[in-house]
């Protein structure tokens, strides 16, 4: 097992205020809790440590293989900024959704998206995910563009507000998610490692429904 903790200054690259003050611990990540079938399973700690205005989070990044992963929040309030980009074309993003997810709550990331988690608490959040054990994530283009499209940041009277990055060429307005029931074809995680088979339920129409 793998333990990590991730500081400010860790974070430095990807923040909205590159200027935050302090270096207090974001994040804590155990890799390799558990491993069977060709997957294993990891555990996320986020703390509900500000980055300036920005809500905590964890660094981002793509799937260098395009491989799909699956969460389950254990405490707290996560959202998940996944965004999908033209073929190509790394700052013209196609897709853009911030997923809204409770304790109990499962979320499956689809094939071809980055991955950001953001505490929309108020106390310390944690999940845990399970992955392909060869999946291997890309940091790059998060370093090379300072970020996801969006910043999730705090206002003044307590809620959240979507700030885009400029950095990138095309953005599409973020839209808000939230998870349905995974559907029972998914319940085995034979589709961490035979993804194609189950290309079908896959999709972001069959895994979320928009939040009015």
């Known amino acids: 097992m793998k333990q990590e903790s991730k500081r400010i200054s860790d974070l430095k690259p990807v923040l909205y205020d590159d200027g935050v003050i302090g270096d ?23 703390y509900p440590q500000m980055l300036g205005r920005e ?9 260098k293989n395009n491989e799909v992963e699956i969460y389950e929040i254990l405490s707290g309030k996560i959202g998940f900024l996944c965004q999908k980009h033209s073929v190509g074309l790394p700052l013209e993003i196609e897709q853009v959704y911030l997923i809204e997810a409770n304790k109990g709550e499962k979320i499956v990331i689809p094939s071809e998206f980055s991955m950001t988690s953001i ?24 370093i090379q563009n300072h970020g996801a499209c969006y910043y999730i940041v705090r206002k003044e009277d307590g809620a959240w507000e979507a700030i885009k990055n400029n950095r990138y060429q095309k953005v599409p307005e973020l839209i808000k998610l939230k998870p349905r029931i995974l559907p029972k074809e998914l319940e085995n995680l034979e589709f961490l490692t035979n993804q194609l ?16």
């Open 24 to 46: 207090a611990v974001v994040y804590d990540v155990e890799r390799g809790k558990d491993a069977q079938n060709g997957w294993r399973q990891d555990l996320t700690v986020i």
């Open 119 to 142: 505490n929309l608490g108020e106390t310390e959040a944690s999940m845990f995910n399970w992955v392909n054990d060869k999946i291997e994530n890309d940091y790059s283009l998060f």
């Open 197 to 212: 088979k189950y290309k079908d339920f896959l999709t972001v129409d069959k895994l979320f429904e928009k939040i009015n």
């Open 55 to 63: 809500i905590p989070k964890t660094f981002g990044h793509y799937h």
